[in-house]
């Protein structure tokens, strides 16, 4: 399973960016998706995850301002980032949790991360 995030930029402060995640491959299966980031200096923090039936949950400090979806057809992830802030700033990775089935119908379950995607809000 590979990840492929998309959708980061410059933006000022209020604005708005939409980042995206598609995940391919072959024979495999998403459980929880989530997106996390990670500002220099900082630790990788989460910041939504969303479960595939739609439960999702987020951190303190974006509820309210930022909206995870995901589209199971498409194998695909969102989040919506409203009213960004500059402590907004960072890198963006995605991640999934899934279930893949070699040729001989083996499952394999793993955790696959995104290659990442800047976000940067000035102020």
């Known amino acids: 399973v590979q990840l492929q995030a998309s959708g980061g930029g410059l933006v000022q402060a209020g604005g708005s960016l939409r980042l995206s995640c598609a995940a391919s491959?072959?024979?495999?299966?998403?459980?929880?998706m989530g997106w996390y980031r990670q500002s220099p200096g900082k630790q990788r923090e989460m910041v939504a995850s969303?479960?595939?039936?739609?439960?999702?949950r987020y951190a303190d400090s974006v509820k309210g301002r930022f909206t995870i979806s995901r589209d199971n057809a498409k194998n695909s992830l969102y989040l919506l980032m409203n009213s960004l802030k500059p402590e907004d700033t960072a890198v963006y990775y995605c991640?999934?949790?899934?279930?893949?089935?070699?040729?001989?119908?083996?499952?394999?379950?793993?955790?696959?991360w995104g290659q990442g995607t800047q976000v940067t809000v000035s102020s």
């Open positions: 491959g072959d024979r495999f299966s998403i459980n929880d």
């Open positions: 969303i479960t595939s039936g739609g439960t999702s």
């Open positions: 991640n999934a949790d899934y279930i893949a089935y070699l040729p001989d119908q083996t499952p394999v379950v793993g955790r696959e």
